[in-house]
């Protein structure tokens, strides 16, 4: 019940959103999801520590077909699902107030948020590829309506594509389906029991289906290209909510819907792709060593970093699936933080080119110690969020295979040399023309940043917090191979 | 006392956070006392320690951080002989370096923010000694890193200054990949990175078990990165853009000496990899003479003391490589101490010349600046290795156990310190000596305040009867100091079965030897740069080919651009626009072209033509039947 | 019913065949909207023919309640194709059916 909550309030509030007058547009959304988060934290504190799914709920939906509303939370929905409430109150904090037809922008944030929080706690086939599909629609429009000046080229391929993904996904979801026991059923435990059931082969291809629609959203190399393009031309929220949050779609799908259901097909193409996995870290590394647009470079680098996840979840071992759902939160508040500085940056100075950026630190001492800290952060420097994550992630694939393991740490150096260029060329250094009467961060922009930094410290300090939510139910995955 | 030495950490950390979060709301002196005052206590509370340690180890948990099913790690601290040596080392000479600060840094804008920098970095650097595993020595060892980039580049208008500590960061992270993958399979093959695991497993392996070389060659790997040896040793000497206190504290006396303690620490797994040992002595010995070579011919004060810095370090790991771990430790320590005085002394020489840094500008600086002058002079006494100095017990414990282990090792290693002595000598002749080449009427050179001089003179006591810890036997001591880290290095120092064949007699021959070619390079030097008054030449004049490879670092930072940062940069070029632009885009972009295509084919059946179409649709039908009832 | 079982089967298939080509005929070969509409209908009647010949000679009313169904259909589509063809008439004082072209692609 208290999963429908969830998603129930949040549809009231984003359909409410549409009708409050405009000047409080802001304020409304902003409160809402704080009050989303407030009940998403009590979920979470109140979480026992178990593999089973809590708080259930199960309506017969589509009866002759056997799809049911069933929806439920686990160690891993937890933590996912509390990242998108906690982030998504700072990306509509974050919206400047400039922003025209500003209510149904911010609905469909919070809409967009329903439709992810659906797909984390979604316990059917059937409902998982309906959130699935819901979640794309929202962000669809922020990027066409808010975007740059390429933005309908972009979102359209940006949309094709995912689309195009997400088909193989359904093909791959009907033939498990059409598989099941006689009274056929979408239900999680009866496609696991279904997908077990197969034969090596069959394995093997629907696991490429599925590959396609989560390797895409996330994206990994070679499926990445529609990414740096869409990520660049959206709006600041809309690539917030894009890599923030809606990437993890992608990893969480593979976590639980790919598998564990096919484990033959992991046997058979873990190496494959493992190393397509580790080839992104490598590649997306080097192509970030000269971008000159911010936030093209992020939208590299967040390749290389999920990269580094899709290759841990791969190697399939306690160590890979701990860091990848902890490497998950922490690369969602750290890009969320890097692309918010980069909205400060652009709105200040009108533009994202680094080379025309320096001596910020000159005069914003501020937003340059919270860049820094973040910047540690995605570089995984310990007691800070990036290392847990780093570090697990590594030693699973170094376990998997040593030579991928070795292969995967070069993140370290490559992230260090382009952050560090990044850092450098944009705060050091002198003033330029364009970063001369650069201000401070102001109050608004604090809110947002402060709380993004004392969950980098957080995790990195305490990663344990979160671990032990999760460790439970990958120990039952794991077993359940 | 065990339970308070967790806290000799957190008070820099505390010093830290006030100062960073108050920053310039803080008056300066009030952050300058919060900062060494914090310091002060962790001395006073590292000083118990030492006193009650008396050889046994002790843990203090502190709070798990990691773990995942078998997997953990925690905030655990160990405390031990070894540990206890760096606390002092660490503490006292951070202190004595923090108060000199007072004095360097008093005049900057940046004050308070320099002393929380430095305070963090001795947290880190505590961190480094006192954890109690693999992980959490690599937490402190990342954030030594970081302070270091922090610091390097602390006047971050400047863009050298800025490139500078970046490459340091960079060419650390290097290393610190090779450790991190050391300490992956650490946990794969013990299960743990704790050392109270580590060590009692590791003596139940052959010697020359291949896990265990890999897993030492690794963390070697990590050293090389972090003691600058070659091939990662260049950022060392950039790392000079710091301020001088910096360059003291980090690159010279406590950050760089990490990979010895970690190599020294890791003993009992070296001892079972003679590979390894091999590698580390060779490394060790091949960094100290080649970065002695090029010590010879800089002509920046600060630069000459990190080349000796780099070559010093070299020694310890040649010590390290053939065994002599206590010997190691040694130096490690009265290196602290003569090397931190060197660089203070320089600091005080630059704070008196106002920023000149060129010894063609200085000579003669004897009289104006007299205590740094006779401190300068201890501390180039001990480098040189001259007894009583203290650096001169230490680095001849290292070169006998070298002698022992291999010839070739020892004669390269006077090599070294016959040149050690030279351009030690050089700098001291051209900086004091002779008459001052400056402009005097911009600077007027003058001593610096009492709270830059007493550290100076304090360390000076230091450098001169800190070697009285570690006298030999052989020369009637009682060599203290490898007394008492022995319940340390005794499991390793039993799997090795070291050939202790060369007796008394033959190591103060050697001995004599070391000592007769040092005296004999100081009078070279002593004859070109006072009785001669050479000064080296000016910027751009020819060199004789030695000298000039010598004078531009035989060229490896250039090969380092040529061979991997320029091909990087342009590999990510190519990336960028060909294969992802061109080739995999392309590929996406064709399965839309593709569609395109067809459909402009297929938009000619559409002809607008009724006719056509009920022609088609005719056929069609007939076709449908014909083939049906086929 | 007798009666109409007097004429053989195949004589009705045959007559609906051959008022079915006449149709196909009128529809591909005349140009004139109307005669095409014309001409459909008399296909779909000469369907309608053979369904209540088969309806007769199978003694199953299916058959005729489809053929009533049929002309239903039929009514409707003549309605909505005359209206259209009003329109296009209006627009292009000509029921000649070539000068549709306008949907080329």
Excluded at chain 1, 166 to 189: E, G, K, N, R
Aim: aromatic share 14%.
């Amino acid at each position: 019940m208290e999963t429908i909550a969830l998603l129930l309030i949040l549809f009231a509030f984003a359909v409410m959103g549409l009708f409050v007058p405009i000047r409080y547009g802001n304020r409304f959304a902003f409160i809402s999801s704080l009050i989303v988060f407030a009940y998403s934290l009590y979920l979470f504190l109140t979480f026992p520590i178990s593999a089973e799914y809590q708080y259930v709920a199960d309506y017969s939906w589509v009866q002759s077909l056997g799809i049911h509303f069933k929806v439920g939370i686990d160690g891993i929905s937890i933590l996912l699902v509390m990242l998108t409430t906690f982030l998504t109150p700072l990306i509509i904090f974050s919206v400047r107030k400039s922003e025209p037809r500003p209510r149904a922008f911010y609905s469909l944030i919070l809409f967009m948020e329903m439709a992810l929080i659906g797909v984390f706690v979604s316990m059917d086939g059937f409902l998982f590829y309906i959130f699935w599909e819901i979640a794309l629609i929202p962000i669809y429009f922020i990027c066409l309506l808010w975007g740059g000046k390429d933005r309908v080229k972009i979102t359209l391929k940006f949309f094709i594509y995912t689309i195009a993904g997400s088909l193989f996904m359904l093909v791959a979801l009907i033939y498990l389906y059409l598989h099941t026991p006689a009274q056929h059923s979408f239900d999680i435990s009866a496609l696991y029991a279904a997908g077990k059931s197969l034969d090596p082969h069959a394995q093997s291809i629907l696991f490429w289906f599925f590959f396609l629609a989560f390797g895409i959203k996330m994206p990994v190399f070679p499926l990445h290209t529609w990414q740096p393009d869409t990520y660049t031309d959206a709006p600041t929220q809309g690539t917030m909510m894009l890599s923030g949050i809606m990437l993890k779609m992608g990893i969480y799908g593979l976590i639980r819907w790919m598998i564990p259901m096919l484990p033959q097909g992991l046997a058979q193409n873990a190496e494959c792709m493992l190393w397509l996995a580790v080839a992104g870290i490598i590649y997306a590394g080097i192509i970030a060593f000269t971008q000159k647009d911010m936030k093209r470079l992020f939208a590299y680098s967040s390749i290389a970093h999920v990269g580094l996840i899709a290759a841990g979840i791969f190697a399939f071992n306690g160590q890979g699936l701990q860091g990848g759902i902890i490497q998950m939160l922490s690369h969602g508040i750290n890009v969320v933080g890097l692309f918010f500085i980069i909205d400060i940056i652009q709105s200040r100075t009108g533009t994202r080119n680094i080379p025309s950026l320096g001596g910020i630190r000159l005069k914003a001492p501020y937003l340059a110690t919270v860049f820094a800290i973040i910047m540690l952060g995605a570089i995984a420097l310990p007691l800070t969020d990036g290392f847990p994550g780093e570090f697990l992630l590594i030693s699973g694939v170094f376990k998997f295979n040593n030579i991928a393991g070795a292969v995967a740490g070069f993140t370290i150096i490559i992230g260090a040399v382009y952050m560090l260029r990044t850092y450098q060329n944009s705060m050091l250094g002198e003033t330029s023309v364009e970063t001369d009467n650069f201000t401070d961060l102001t109050m608004t922009e604090k809110t947002v940043l402060i709380p993004i930094v004392i969950m980098v410290i957080l995790i990195g300090v305490w990663p344990n917090l979160f671990l032990k939510v999760s460790e439970p139910a990958i120990m039952k995955l794991l077993s359940g191979i | 006392m065990n339970q308070y030495a967790a806290l000799i950490p957190f008070f820099p950390l505390a010093g830290f956070v006030i100062i960073g979060l108050m920053n310039t709301k803080l008056p300066k002196n009030v952050a300058a006392i919060l900062a060494c005052g914090m310091l002060l206590i962790s001395f006073c509370l590292s000083l118990g320690v030492f006193m009650n340690i008396s050889g046994q180890s002790n843990e203090v948990q502190l709070a798990p951080w990691i773990s995942v099913g078998s997997f953990s790690a925690s905030f655990t601290f160990l405390l031990d002989p070894l540990s206890s040596i760096f606390l002092m080392i660490i503490t006292g000479v951070g202190f004595l370096i923090h108060v000199y600060s007072v004095g360097y840094m008093h005049d900057d804008e940046k004050h308070n923010i320099f002393f929380a920098y430095l305070n963090l970095f001795v947290f880190f650097m505590l961190i480094l000694v006192l954890a109690s595993s693999y992980l959490l020595m690599f937490v402190g060892w990342e954030g030594v890193g970081l302070c270091s980039y922090l610091l390097i580049g602390f006047w971050f208008k400047n863009k050298s200054y800025n490139d500078a500590a970046k490459k340091a960061f960079v060419m650390n992270r290097i290393g610190d990949l090779g450790f991190l993958l050391g300490i992956i399979l650490l946990f794969i093959t013990f299960g743990s990175s704790d050392y109270h695991i580590i060590f009692p497993k590791a003596q139940g392996f052959m010697s020359g078990d291949g896990m265990i070389t890999a897993i030492t060659l690794l963390l070697f790997v990590g050293a090389i990165g972090k003691s600058a040896q070659i091939p990662l040793y260049t950022w060392l000497p950039d790392a000079m853009a710091g301020p001088t206190p910096v360059s003291a504290l980090i690159h010279a006396a406590t950050m760089v000496t990490a990979g010895i303690y970690m190599v020294a620490r890791s003993g009992i797994l070296y001892a079972l990899a003679p590979v390894s040992m091999f590698v580390v002595a060779l490394i060790g010995v091949v960094t100290a003479v080649f970065a002695a070579s090029i010590a010879l011919t800089q002509n920046d004060i600060k630069k000459v003391l990190a080349y000796s810095t780099v070559s010093q370090l070299g020694y310890m790991f040649l010590g390290l490589g053939v065994g002599a771990f206590s010997a190691s430790v040694f130096h490690v320590m009265t290196h602290a101490f003569f090397k931190a005085l060197l660089f203070l002394g320089a600091g005080s020489v630059i704070h008196g010349l106002a920023g000149e840094q060129d010894i063609r500008n200085m000579g003669g600086l004897r009289k104006k600046l007299p205590i740094t002058f006779l401190t300068f002079l201890v501390a180039t006494f001990a480098i040189a290795g001259i007894p009583p100095f203290s650096g001169f017990f230490s680095k001849d414990e290292i070169l006998a156990h070298a002698f022992t282990s291999n010839k070739l090792f020892w004669v390269l290693g006077v090599i070294g310190s016959m040149m050690t002595a030279f351009y030690m000598f050089r700098l001291l002749f051209l900086t004091f000596y002779g008459t001052y080449r400056g402009n005097e009427h911009k600077v007027h050179a003058h001593e610096s305040p009492k709270v830059m001089t007493i550290p100076l003179i304090i360390l000076a006591i230091l450098s001169t009867i800190g070697g009285f810890v570690g006298v030999p036997e052989s020369l009637g001591g009682s060599s203290q100091i490898s007394h008492f880290l022995d319940p340390v290095f005794k499991p390793a120092q039993d799997k090795m079965m070291l050939l202790e064949g060369s007796s008394s007699v033959s190591e103060v021959a050697l001995m004599g030897i070391t000592v007769a070619v040092v005296l004999a390079s100081i009078l070279l030097a002593w004859y070109l740069y006072i009785s001669r008054k050479r000064v080296p030449a000016a910027e751009g004049a020819r060199l004789p080919a030695l000298q000039n490879l010598s004078y531009h670092k035989y060229y490896i930072d250039e090969i380092y651009t040529a061979l991997i940062t320029k091909p990087l940069d342009k590999l990510s070029e190519f990336f960028k626009n060909i294969v992802d632009n061109k080739l995999i885009d392309g590929i996406v972009n064709l399965s839309g072209k593709a569609t395109e295509a067809v459909s402009d084919l297929m938009r000619f059946v559409q002809t607008g033509n009724v006719d056509f179409y009920l022609l088609a649709m005719v056929i069609g039908i007939a076709c449908i039947l014909f083939f049906k009832l086929m | 019913m007798t009666d109409l079982k007097a004429i053989p089967l195949d004589w009705y298939i045959l007559l609906s065949s051959i008022l079915f080509c006449i149709g196909i005929m009128g529809v591909l070969f005349r140009r004139n909207a109307i005669i095409i509409f014309m001409s459909i209908e008399l296909m779909l009647n000469a369907v309608n023919l053979l369904l209540v010949a088969f309806s007769a000679y199978h003694n199953d009313a299916a058959g005729q309640v489809f053929v009533f169904f049929t002309m239903a259909v039929a009514a409707a589509e003549i309605a909505v194709g005359l209206a259209i063809l009003i329109v296009v008439y209006r627009n292009t004082k000509s029921t000649d059916i070539d000068v549709l072209n306008r949907l080329k692609g």
